[in-house]
DNA sequence: CTCCCGACGA
DNA sequence: TCGTCCGGAG
């Protein structure tokens, strides 16, 4: 690196200090009010959901369930109810599976290798990444769509491609991290930030950007701007995304004991008459979708990931 | 319609 | 490396 690329770097990192230092979002996590595991709890939500949906589910959450070993003795049914309508309810089932490695394999505290950390359930380059940077402090490159479009455009003027980060990616990302561990860890957090609130990717907010002056993408007059980056997205209507959707939330909001014991009597609907879990009857499932091809092969894909059961009389429910 | 602090399996 | 998995806001 030469001594003018040094010096730039250093003046880059020292105006985006200074930026989060006034503009960090104040999220309950953040500023060590929050344990690794809670931090960590607040990564797999935000994967593909915006931090603004995250925060209230985060708190009930973390009320809930304050540590990995509180989380493991919940039930799965509790589970996949109070990620209500986070999206990607698998994430919920791996967390909890995470959970009971973290209480069984690492006596209830979370790992801090990189190999171990992405050995969790549910946990890939990204969160652990994240975990070790944020929650730990340790001088680690952390690698997610925001930080890969922000460095992009600031040191090479261009927008970041989809795909898979290609090894240049990391190579850049690895060479403009700060040396010093705690400045690593404000760079990483004030890089995603300003991807996630001024340099976004269709409309990117440049005069109110603290680095516009040394922005290399600006300078050339934001080439591609918009241009597609990642691979186009699943459309959701009519997908199987959304009947499993319908399927789940019918069964979110089917009333408990807890509801019948405790609040002015809701019919308390056909229980299972061991376990006490709510079912969803046959006839109320075909209710929710008129293609039952299409129904029945969520079901069956839902059951597969561990999200419902079937029973043999074809009414389904949340598994304990 | 696109985008949002990805992970996982085929 | 690609397809799948949710849902809401802009």
Not at 180 to 185: F, L, Y
Request: hydrophobic content about 40%.
């Amino acid at each position: 690196m030469s001594v003018s690329e040094t010096e730039r770097n250093e003046r880059i990192r020292l105006k985006l200090a200074a930026w989060w230092e006034t503009n960090a979002r104040d999220l309950p996590w953040r500023f060590g009010r929050a344990t690794p595991w809670g931090v960590l709890v607040s990564e797999v939500m935000s994967q593909q959901t915006q931090m603004s949906r995250v925060v209230p589910y985060w708190e009930t959450w973390m009320r809930a369930w304050p540590d990995a070993a509180a989380l493991a003795d919940a039930t799965t049914a509790e589970v996949i109810t109070a990620w209500g309508r986070l999206g990607y309810p698998r994430r919920a089932l791996r967390l909890q599976e995470c959970a009971r490695v973290v209480r069984d394999r690492y006596a209830d505290e979370l790992p801090r290798t990189y190999e171990e950390l992405t050995g969790l359930p549910g946990i890939g380059d990204y969160t652990a990444s994240a975990v070790l940077s944020f929650a730990f402090g340790e001088r680690i490159a952390v690698i997610d769509t925001n930080i890969r479009r922000v460095l992009a455009r600031v040191f090479r003027g261009v927008e970041s491609l989809g795909g898979a980060a290609a090894p240049a990616e990391r190579e850049l990302a690895n060479r403009v991290l700060p040396e010093d561990t705690a400045r690593s860890v404000t760079w990483n957090q004030s890089v995603m930030e300003l991807g996630a609130t001024v340099c976004t990717a269709k409309s990117p907010l440049c005069d109110d950007c603290p680095v516009r002056e040394d922005c290399a993408f600006l300078a050339a007059g934001r080439p591609g701007l918009g241009e597609r980056r990642t691979r186009p997205r699943q459309r959701f209507a009519g997908t199987d995304r959304q009947v499993r959707g319908l399927v789940l939330n019918a069964l979110r909001g089917l009333p408990t004991d807890k509801d019948a014991s405790a609040g002015p009597a809701g019919p308390a609907g056909p229980a299972d008459a061991v376990t006490g879990t709510p079912v969803l009857p046959r006839a109320d499932v075909e209710a929710l979708w008129t293609d039952h091809i299409q129904l029945d092969r969520c079901i069956a894909s839902l059951d597969e990931d561990g999200l419902i059961e079937i029973l043999p009389d074809g009414g389904v429910r949340l598994p304990r």
